[in-house]
């Protein structure tokens, strides 16, 4: 279900009722909860990944780009996202913002709309221009289905994405002490599901995985435990999340679906201006990622942070090739990690490489160094 | 072709203006003045200089050491120092220059700045850039300027107003608290009539390329031509001189019915026009020029000479209302546009410059160009029935630049236009 390409349990959904809207928004974070209280389902768009054979999308694309978004054209121009009544395109880098201009080109959906997340953190600045941002996106759909978005409907959507974003931390949290009960791959797919089903459904899931994990399986294995960084946008195939765990390492964090836990903590729900609360969460609850200028709270201590949070060995930075808004954050973090005494390695990968002996060789000889030293290499350094 | 190449009187002011300037800059710790480093597409020169600051642009500091040579050792320097091969060269070049001393095209250093201006317009890897200066700079303040996109192919008021708070509360209190100087809006405003000479001018100048011959190269000659207004002179009354003083010898030149100047002289038969779309080559920029030349192929229109404003379609600054202005100075640039203002921009120019061909250069390093261009080919070709050449290059990484390839595909493109010429000529 999580790498459905045919976004079936979307459409099947949509078709349930007539004022149904189906959204697709590109990474990397998105409020869905504007589309969910407009009676809608806002589908995270995540490329083809290994899944899709790429036949039209490099006719639309030079090799020196990454691959998702010409995955994305080619899933376009074979009709994938048939049913599909809007797309949204967050800013994030020159790759996607383009993409976006493509969608119109093509005449995809009733509505495309670039989402200029505001760089100014002020709230009667930037915060003004955002929640005007969402505004428009909800004309949009209004004018397609007709629902008025009320300010209940608004704050029990906003509350339902509150629940959505809680279970998946629970999940990192319980695999930050006990990763072997739930290998990468599986969180990242029960995760990943997130994006192609209704918040309702996806919280049932959770809850269960949750419970499930909240009592002893499987056997703690000697690996590493370790911060993946750099792969918040196009999506690393799931053999590669299997490879860093056959090399030895526990992945106890990582930015994979960042735009699913995008928001640190609740937004207000019984704000009687419930955009404004999602505007707010946004400027003020934002994460560590490439795509927010970082005034006054820098990445490489953010980054930190988060190490010392999750209790990481050593960091592995992924990054997609030709991915201007993480490769270049790389070096500024990496020179952190340097000065810190932490450890760490990087590679490079494409959503359709098949092929990871090289990075399970390089991981394997990351993790084993880290095995042969035997006190914790952040305690003092931190 | 004559291989007698005069100067004309432009190029030498332009010369003794650049060159005034990086004395100016070399000098600034001397003069206490403060100096402010920006992009070039929404560069807001005029406000900089209002507050008597002064402005350097790593991006062209980057082109002129891609000119110089210089680019290759740079960007290896910074492949050294952990940055990746497949991002911007030039902020590889930009970083590999600040490794080596930050010396500038006059061989003079070029001053630390004393404020980061991020005009985020256009290109999201300038963000990523200044974050990278930040860190090497520390301590030097960070003015934001977030440009939004025009993605729904206009200007809307919000976006204008979303701009002018971000002038008035973060932008000009900086500007002020940097400068020692107060905001002086009536200087502002002479100089943005200053601005708006200009770009009439710019207008007029790159207008004469519907004449036949035409009397210019729109890519070569007018990377050249842009420089002044890009590089740190708008608002100033020396762009004035220099623009005035060019459009003159362009209008000598349309009356004599002379073709381009290029480095080996003017260029006697047009044989070509062409459209061209994405920026030069700076590290072979001379061999790169030559092999259209030396074919007889003029460039009557290219999007690069917009990427620092877009005044085709109307936009003057106005002077009436400074700040607004700015905004929408900044919002027109070429790689602020949606795709497709850029193909209709494009078609525009490929019919009122009666372009032959349209040709593209892609860059490697830009994304904010290159991604979406494959698709403007196709849609230029679907609406104008014109033929399309492409080839590919880097701005400053001389690894990119394959002559031998570029020249095969600009043989094959030179080849399918004669061959319509042909047909077309058929009775
Ligand atoms: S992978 Fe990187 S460069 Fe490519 S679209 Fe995503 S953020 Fe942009
Ligand atoms: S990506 Fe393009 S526009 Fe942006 S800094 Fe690099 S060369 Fe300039």
């Not at chain 2, 007889?296 to 202005?325: C, H, Q, W």
């Not at chain 2, 921009?345 to 009666?354: A, G, R």
């Not at chain 2, 701005?395 to 042909?422: H, T």
């Amino acid at each position: 279900m999580a790498f459905d390409l045919s976004f079936t349990r979307a459409r099947e959904w949509k078709s349930q009722d007539k004022d149904r809207v189906l959204v697709g928004h590109m990474p990397v974070y998105f409020p869905r909860e504007i589309i969910h209280a407009a009676n809608g389902l806002a589908v995270g768009i995540l490329g083809g990944g290994d899944k899709k054979l790429i036949i039209k999308g490099d006719a639309y694309y030079q090799s020196y780009i990454c691959h998702i978004p010409r995955s994305i054209i080619e899933l376009a121009l074979d009709k994938h996202f048939e049913g599909f009544d809007g797309f949204i395109f967050p800013s994030i880098c020159d790759v996607i913002r383009n993409l976006s201009g493509m969608f119109q080109l093509l005449g995809e959906g009733k509505f495309v709309k670039y989402l200029d997340f505001p760089q100014n953190f002020k709230y009667h600045i930037g915060g003004t221009f955002y929640r005007h941002e969402l505004q428009t996106v909800l004309d949009e759909v209004y004018k397609l289905n007709g629902v008025k978005v009320t300010t209940a409907r608004l704050n029990h959507s906003i509350g339902l994405f509150n629940l959505n974003r809680h279970l998946i931390n629970q999940l990192y949290d319980i695999r930050q002490e006990f990763p072997w009960r739930l290998t990468a791959a599986d969180l990242y797919h029960v995760v990943r599901a997130g994006n192609v089903i209704p918040v309702e459904e996806h919280n049932e899931i959770l809850s269960e995985v949750v419970q499930l994990i909240g009592e002893e399986i499987g056997d703690p294995m000697d690996k590493i435990r370790v911060l993946v960084i750099g792969a918040f946008c196009e999506q690393p195939p799931a053999g590669l999340i299997r490879t860093i765990k056959l090399a030895g390492c526990y992945i106890v964090e990582d930015d994979f679906l960042l735009g699913l836990k995008w928001i640190q903590g609740d937004i207000d729900t019984d704000s009687a201006e419930p955009l404004e609360a999602i505007t707010k969460a946004y400027l003020d609850k934002s994460p560590l990622s490439s795509s927010v200028f970082d005034v006054g709270n820098t990445k490489e201590a953010r980054l930190v942070d988060l190490i010392r949070h999750r209790k990481v060995d050593g960091v592995i930075f992924a990054a997609p090739s030709f991915c201007d808004p993480a490769l270049l954050d790389h070096p500024i973090l990496q020179k952190e990690c340097n000065d810190k005494n932490i450890r760490f390695i990087s590679f490079m990968y494409s959503e359709n490489t098949g092929q990871f002996k090289v990075i399970k060789e390089q991981v394997g000889t990351f993790s084993d160094s880290i095995k042969l030293w035997d006190e914790p290499v952040l305690a003092d350094s931190l | 072709m004559s291989k007698e190449v005069a100067k004309e009187r432009s190029m030498i002011i332009q010369k003794e203006m650049i060159t005034r300037l990086f004395k100016e800059l070399s000098g600034a710790r001397e003069t206490g003045k403060k100096v402010v480093y920006t992009f070039v597409p929404g560069n807001i020169s005029e406000l900089i200089l209002s507050f008597d600051m002064l402005p350097v642009y790593p991006e062209i500091n980057a082109l002129q050491s891609g000119m110089r040579k210089k680019s290759g050792e740079y960007i290896r320097n910074a492949e050294q120092h952990g940055h990746s091969e497949d991002v911007c060269t030039y902020v590889k070049c930009d970083v590999g220059m600040m490794l080596n001393g930050n010396i500038g095209p006059t061989g003079e250093k070029i001053p630390n700045p004393d404020l980061l201006l991020l005009s985020y317009t256009g290109c999201f890897t300038f963000l990523k850039w200044f974050e990278t200066l930040e860190r090497l700079y520390p301590g030097v303040p960070i003015a934001m300027l977030h440009t939004p996109y025009q993605e729904a192919h206009k200007i809307t008021p919000d976006m204008t107003a979303y701009m002018v708070k971000q002038l008035k509360e973060e932008v000009i209190p900086k500007m002020e608290q940097v400068s020692g100087n107060k905001y002086n809006e009536e200087k502002l405003k002479l100089m943005l009539q200053n601005s708006s000479k200009v770009e009439d001018y710019i207008i007029k100048i790159f207008d004469t390329t519907k004449n036949r011959p035409s009397p210019i190269d729109a890519y070569f000659a007018g990377v050249y031509y842009i420089g002044p207004i890009n590089s740190g002179f708008r608002g100033t009354p020396e762009a004035i001189d220099y623009y005035a003083e060019l459009y003159n010898e362009i209008l000598t030149r349309v009356e004599k019915k002379l073709g381009p100047i290029t480095p080996e002289g003017e260029m006697e038969e047009e044989r070509f026009r062409l459209v061209v779309e994405g920026p030069p080559n700076w590290t072979h920029f001379r061999e790169f020029w030559k092999l259209f030349y030396d074919m007889g192929a003029v460039i009557v229109a290219s999007s690069y000479t917009k990427v620092g404003g877009v005044y085709d379609m109307g936009f003057r600054v106005n002077p009436d209302k400074p700040l607004e202005s700015l905004a929408e100075y900044c919002m027109n640039c070429y790689t602020n546009l949606n795709l497709q203002q850029r193909v209709d921009l494009l078609s525009k120019c490929i019919t009122d410059y009666h372009a032959d061909g349209f040709l593209v250069n892609s860059i490697k390093s830009c994304n904010s160009f290159s991604a979406g261009q494959l698709m403007i080919m196709q849609q230029l070709e679907r609406k104008l029935e014109i033929p399309i050449g492409f080839i590919e290059s880097d701005l400053v990484d001389p690894r990119y630049f394959s002559y031998s390839n570029i020249k095969n595909r600009l043989e094959s493109f030179f080849q399918m236009l004669k061959q319509r010429k042909m047909i077309q000529t058929l009775p």
